[in-house]
């Protein structure tokens, strides 16, 4: 299995403050996609990295990925108390594991007005 | 955007018994569907790949007779927990893939408790 790890499990900000969380995985992968979960829903799909790209921006999200460490970070700056969510990366394998998402263990964020 | 919809959104039941939850792609044709479970506080472990018009690929440890699957058209996928047992009781969640498959919506999720 590949799942992945995240770290902190648990992280409590400020509003204003940005929030890191951060993502590992064992095997080669695809693309590495964060998602956020609010309580007792569904996931919604937030942002997609390739394994061939470093970094990416979608407002106030950015994304790293460091493949040689098989790692990735997401920061959200400005956060809002909207933000408080679990977020949970998820990592894509080569196409014989068959588009099967490979989840972490997720970061609960709170952020406080 | 595409949704995915579940249904129903929680249910309890008596230890025993059997019970249904319908995943519906609602306005796109999704011929694989995943289902996941979720314990509190913990990640979604994937329990199922549900292929439409053939059998579904079970995860390790997942036993294919006591979580039915039947994918029985290209917008809908059913999961059926046989005599559900207190342990049973979780969030299951399920997702199909869309545009070039590299991501998935999810559906809503049902909360299942088994008394």
């Known amino acids: 299995s590949q799942q992945g790890e995240e770290d902190p499990q648990a992280l409590s900000i400020q509003e204003g403050e940005n929030a890191t969380m951060n993502c590992s995985y064992k095997?080669?992968?695809?693309?590495l996609q964060w998602y956020r979960q609010n309580s007792g829903r569904g996931l919604v799909h937030l942002i997609l990295?390739?394994?061939?790209?470093r970094e990416k921006h979608s407002g106030r999200l950015r994304v790293t990925l460091d493949t040689s460490k098989k790692s990735s970070s997401l920061l959200i700056t400005a956060s809002r108390a909207a933000d408080t969510a679990s977020y949970f990366c998820?990592?894509?394998?080569?196409?014989?594991?068959?588009?099967?998402?490979?989840f972490g263990a997720g970061t609960i964020l709170r952020v406080k007005s | 955007g595409a949704v995915v919809s579940q249904h129903p959104s929680w249910v309890i039941c008596k230890s025993g018994t059997s019970v249904k939850i319908e995943c519906r792609s609602l306005?796109?044709?999704?011929?694989?569907m995943f289902w996941y479970r979720q314990f509190p506080k913990q990640s979604l472990m994937l329990m199922a790949t549900?292929?439409?018009?053939?059998?579904?690929?079970?995860e390790q440890g997942v036993e294919k007779d006591k979580f039915l699957i039947n994918h029985a058209s290209l917008t809908l996928s059913t999961l059926t927990v046989t005599s559900a047992h207190p342990e049973d009781s979780s969030f299951y969640i399920c997702?199909?893939?869309?545009?070039?498959?590299?991501?998935?919506?999810f559906g809503p999720g049902t909360r299942l408790l088994v008394l």
């Open positions: 997702s199909a893939p869309w545009g070039l498959k590299e991501t998935q919506y």
């Open positions: 095997t080669s992968i695809n693309n």
């Open positions: 990295i390739r394994s061939n790209e």
């Open positions: 998820a990592t894509l394998g080569r196409l014989e594991y068959g588009n099967k998402l490979v």
């Open positions: 306005d796109f044709q999704a011929t694989t």
């Open positions: 549900s292929n439409e018009g053939s059998k579904a690929t079970y």
